[in-house]
């Protein structure tokens, strides 16, 4: 299967959904996929994948492309797993949110094959996760970001763009830092601030009112907040520093926001939440 087969490490949601819209263009792709859990076999039992290998070596055997779609703190040791199972041309890209450790990680791990590696990440997802999620038009009219270094050969992004067709996704070049900060500000720590929302309303006693009497717009506050914990972690872990810097960011503001509702100061609010609304307009 050498040139049509893609091997996917890690089939949780996006890892599936990827292999989803891979496998609707049957005629162009051989979809393997590996999951130390119960992930492949399901992606495999809903028509996602081709076959589910029982190993990293299995699936990575044979393969013009592995996508490393497992969660970020994971991506150092496979990527040291799958260098003596690459094939000599095979090109490998990953779906991380991050992309400062995974790049070191990767230039440790694949030696001499790190320059056949296209960092990646593809901006979609949902608060659903695993494979039973899986959505092959997940990927469809949004960004799909590749995040080359000085030494990524040209070819190989270009490789990368073909194979991601099948998704429907626009994709475009991103430095790996800019990339860093800018996902800390409009993901990264967006995610934190739903997770510390919904905390605080469960912590409180009136949280069994909260739910009976909540509308659409702590719905759509705290969408996010339903997400996977421990994905959500590694990843503000990972990114800390640029995250650290958002939060402060966004301190600052609440804390002037806080003082202007507790001194009655309707015009401090008024700006606020205008220079808010004003960009939040934006927002397409």
């Known amino acids: 299967m050498t040139g049509r087969k893609v091997a996917i490490l890690g089939t949780g949601l996006i890892g599936a959904s990827l292999a989803a819209a891979l496998s609707r263009a049957h005629d162009r792709w051989h979809v393997a996929g590996y999951s130390p859990g119960d ?39 496979l990527f040291a797993q799958i260098r003596q199972s690459l094939e000599p041309q095979a090109i490998v890209t990953d779906c991380g949110s991050t992309k400062r450790s995974v790049i070191e990680g ?21 608060e659903h996760s695993g494979a039973q999620a899986a959505d092959p038009d997940l990927f469809r009219g949004r960004r799909w970001l590749l995040c080359p270094v000085d030494a990524t050969p040209a070819q190989h992004c270009e490789a990368i763009t073909r194979l991601l067709e099948p998704t429907g996704a626009n994709v475009e070049k991103l430095d790996p830092l800019l990339h860093d900060r800018i996902f800390a500000e409009v993901s990264h720590w967006p995610h934190a601030v739903a997770f510390a929302l919904s905390a605080a309303i469960a912590g409180h006693g009136l949280a069994e009112s909260a739910l009976q009497y909540s509308g659409a717009g702590l719905r759509d506050t705290t969408r996010i907040g339903a997400s996977s914990p421990t994905l959500w972690a590694d990843i503000l872990l990972d990114n800390r520093d640029f995250c650290l810097d958002s939060s402060q960011r966004f301190r600052d503001c609440l804390d002037e926001l806080r003082a202007a509702l507790r001194d009655g100061d309707r015009e401090t609010l008024v700006r606020l939440f205008s220079d808010a609304s004003r960009w939040r307009n934006r927002l397409a």
């Open 39 to 77: 992930d492949a076999q399901v992606a495999r039992a809903l028509g996602h994948l081709d076959i589910a290998c029982a190993t990293v070596d299995e699936a990575v055997q044979g393969a013009a492309y592995v996508v490393v779609a497992a969660p970020v703190p994971a991506m150092p040791s």
């Open 106 to 126: 990767a230039r440790i791990g694949l030696g001499d094959a790190f320059l056949r590696f296209v960092p990646g990440h593809p901006i979609a997802g949902s």
